[in-house]
């Protein structure tokens, strides 16, 4: 029977595979899988997310004047230029719906987050894959990718999986030598685990150059991966071109509540930063002891480890068997990781506990 035929660009896409919160059987399980925040949400974000029930008749406010100001106030940005979306991603989506099309190359990191190559292939624009330097961003290898088909450069910094960081003279570096008609996009998912001196100065980037677009989200340290809110910040005409193409009301009003009243929660995410700081240090420690088993964390400024397995243990074994002591991480064998797991910076317990379990497997126990 004949049908309507997908593009191909679009069927060339691998489906995006989320963290899982329940194993094969169906039990509920530590899920340190998605990189969520395992203290919550801030309470004053959980309230007013509650007060904007009173009103779901209601469209969203499309131009969400009051969460751009919030923002733009927060980090001492102008609001007309600031883009949001239904997540991150889809900010992310937005930049490559604008710049890429059919011909046109994006580059972006090998073990980049997954949605960049979604993103390239959905506008028909092709991905390349730039190698890695033990696992970090490689700036001369990007540099190297360069063509002049280039639209798009993807660079998460924090990176996800690794959890790897490009510092801020590297980021300095790929700007300056990428020809201006080429847009980088810092995704800055995990920029408030960051201690403020280690900035990477991209928002300063996405501030005074034309084509630096920051993307910052409301999913990981502030807790609301539910609602899906994320931002992006850049030149003037690329937040333009943005708003064109999202979808009218892409960021809901108890998103956008939640959000404003999150920004205001500086306790809720300043003990946020200190406890992933405190425990992916002693994961990446106890990790590390385990070094003869042929163990190795990948150093991490973000709020999981990725830990790579070298030895007679294959990540494969350590995950199903973390999967019956109770604790859903991320096996990314799809993302060329088959060697690794990603775990997500749980509460103390899930932290002592996923550990505790994971020297149990090394051990044969
Ligand atoms: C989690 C994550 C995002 C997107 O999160 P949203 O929930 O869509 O805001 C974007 N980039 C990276 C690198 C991430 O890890």
């Not at 920004?263 to 992933?276: E, G, I, P, Q, W």
Request: hydrophobic share 45%; glycine share 8%.
């Amino acid at each position: 029977m004949t049908a309507p035929i997908p593009k191909p660009w679009v069927m060339a896409i691998a489906p995006y595979v989320p963290g899982r919160s329940k194993t094969d059987d169906g039990r509920k399980v530590a899920k340190l899988s998605s990189n969520e925040n395992p203290l919550g949400t801030a309470p004053e974000a959980r309230a007013a997310f509650a007060e904007a029930s009173q009103t779901l008749e209601r469209y969203p406010d499309a131009g969400a004047s009051e969460l751009r100001e919030a923002i733009a106030v927060k980090h001492g940005l102008d609001p007309a230029r600031v883009i949001y979306g239904t997540g991150s991603d889809e900010v992310l989506h937005l930049v490559a719906g604008a710049y890429a099309g059919p011909g046109d190359e994006i580059i972006f990191v090998r073990y980049g987050f997954a949605v960049y190559e979604i993103a390239a292939r959905r506008v028909g624009a092709t991905p390349v894959v730039a190698p890695d330097r033990d696992y970090a961003t490689d700036v001369d290898a990007i540099l190297a990718c360069v063509t002049p088909a280039t639209r798009v450069v993807f660079v998460a910094n924090p990176n996800n999986p690794t959890g790897t960081f490009a510092a801020r003279e590297e980021i300095a570096r790929l700007h300056a030598a990428l020809p201006r008609e080429v847009m980088l996009v810092i995704d800055q998912a995990y920029a408030e685990y960051i201690r403020a001196e280690e900035d990477d100065h991209a928002l300063e980037l996405a501030r005074t150059e034309s084509n630096v677009i920051v993307t910052r989200t409301f999913s990981k340290i502030y807790g609301l991966a539910a609602e899906r809110i994320g931002w992006g910040y850049g030149p003037a005409a690329a937040v333009e071109a943005m708003h064109r193409i999202r979808a009218p009301f892409n960021v809901t009003t108890a998103g956008q509540q939640a959000a404003i009243a999150a920004l205001a929660a500086d306790d809720f995410v300043d003990n946020s930063r200190d406890h992933n700081a405190t425990w992916r240090a002693w994961l990446t420690q106890e990790v590390e002891k385990l070094g003869n088993a042929g163990l190795r964390a990948v150093p991490s400024k973000a709020n999981f480890v990725l830990v790579l397995f070298e030895g007679p243990v294959s990540a494969e074994t350590a995950y199903k068997a973390l999967m019956e002591a109770g604790y859903i991480v991320r096996w990314l064998p799809g993302q060329g990781l088959p060697h690794g797991l990603r775990i997500s910076i749980g509460t103390a317990e899930e932290t002592q506990g996923v550990m505790a379990a994971l020297r149990r497997i090394v051990a044969g126990e």
